[in-house]
């Protein structure tokens, strides 16, 4: 079983949309808890942590659910820069472990 | 700005040679990693590298090898290239007070023929 999966999508959705996924983690001891952005032919970027009590940045959301083992990320307000792969990510001791990614196309 | 470089963006190897990929770094940072990132699989890590000479192995070492003489630079080595090697090789670095944010390069994508 992989340590964190992901669905891979593709999320198409217009511009202005909200779009949301998950994904899931198998440890239940992870520590820390994060998604990655990864543009076309790109290096992956941190986006942002995600914490228990769950996290905005500006029009992203990310919750922690450990009891379920799961993480989101959600879109409010799509901009046709949002479209990327986001890569979930969870760390034991000092790895980080990456899933597959979904990748979000945001249409004009 | 955080700069991690590597040595090539495109290499074709052929089956039983050796290859060796670079990557460079220029903040300073302790922790530098190789990874490989294929389709559906996600990154990978192969080797990972605390400090200067030092090195453990990631969750794929097989077929490869690693060496950090500086700081700086992290080197990932085929020993004899195979075409299951053929794949994105991209390495990181961070600093251990941010473990979790790893700064990456643009990535080398190897094709083994």
């Known amino acids: 079983r992989k340590e964190v999966e992901q669905d891979p999508g593709p999320f198409n959705v217009p511009e202005g949309a909200t779009v949301a996924f998950n994904c899931t983690y198998s440890n239940s001891a992870s520590q820390s808890f994060f998604w990655y952005r990864q543009d076309c032919r790109k290096e992956p970027k941190l986006l942002m942590s995600?914490?228990?009590s769950g996290n905005e940045d500006g029009r992203f959301t990310a919750q922690l659910n450990r009891a379920s083992q799961y993480i989101s990320l959600l879109i409010r307000d799509s901009k046709l820069s949002d479209s990327a792969t986001y890569l979930c990510?969870?760390?034991?001791?000092?790895?980080?472990?990456f899933g597959a990614g979904t990748t979000v196309t945001v249409r004009a | 700005d955080v700069k991690v470089t590597q040595s090539s963006r495109y290499l074709v190897k052929r089956t039983g040679e050796k290859v060796f990929l670079e990557c460079v770094q220029d903040m300073d940072h302790e922790n530098m990693f190789w990874y490989r990132q294929d389709p559906g699989l996600g990154l990978r890590l192969i080797y990972f590298?605390?400090?200067?000479?030092?090195?453990e192995k990631g969750d794929i070492p097989e077929g490869y090898s690693v060496s950090r003489e500086k700081k700086e630079r992290f080197s990932l080595i085929l020993e004899s290239a195979s075409t299951n090697q053929t794949s994105m090789y991209l390495c990181a670095s961070s600093s251990p007070r941010t473990e979790y944010e790893q700064y990456f390069g643009p990535g080398t994508r190897l094709t083994v023929t």
């Open positions: 995600v914490y228990s």
């Open positions: 990510v969870v760390t034991n001791d000092y790895k980080l472990s």
């Open positions: 590298s605390y400090d200067v000479k030092m090195k």
